[in-house]
Nanobody, 130 residues
């Protein structure tokens, strides 16, 4: 019933930009905080960014601050990640993930506690290379 589907991944040159989208269905999207998480080949999952359910509060891992922007359009049930000044180390599969508990508050701490998420999309590949 719940479905999260990422799109927008591509091959892009260093310094370039890309916007990822996550289409959500099967739940009341506007009730839940959402995150972007990435996984480079052979590496562990890495939390990237989280947004509260209204879109009014956001947080980011240090390596993407000032370059990436998370946003959402609750009327369209869609989550976004705008990525600028891309670097080769941004190469990864990017996943969107849904928090399991509805809340108006931005979750405490970073978003790297995986049990807090109950649904994940299949991911979209971002490759940054010349």
């Amino acid at each position: 019933q719940v479905q999260l589907v990422e799109s927008g991944g591509a091959l892009v040159q260093p310094g370039g930009s890309l916007t990822l989208s996550c289409a959500a269905s099967g739940f009341t999207f506007s009730d839940y905080a959402m995150s972007w998480v990435r996984q480079a080949h052979g590496k562990a999952l890495e939390w990237v960014s989280t947004i509260d359910r209204s879109g009014g509060s956001t947080k980011y891992t240090d390596s993407v601050k000032g370059r990436f922007t998370i946003s959402r359009d609750n009327a369209k049930n869609t989550l976004y990640l705008q990525m600028n000044s891309l670097r080769p180390e941004d190469t990864a599969v990017y996943f969107c993930a849904k928090y399991s508990s509805p809340s108006p508050f931005l979750p405490d701490g970073d978003g790297s506690s995986w049990p807090n998420y109950d649904y994940w999309g299949p991911g979209t590949q971002v490759t940054v290379s010349s």
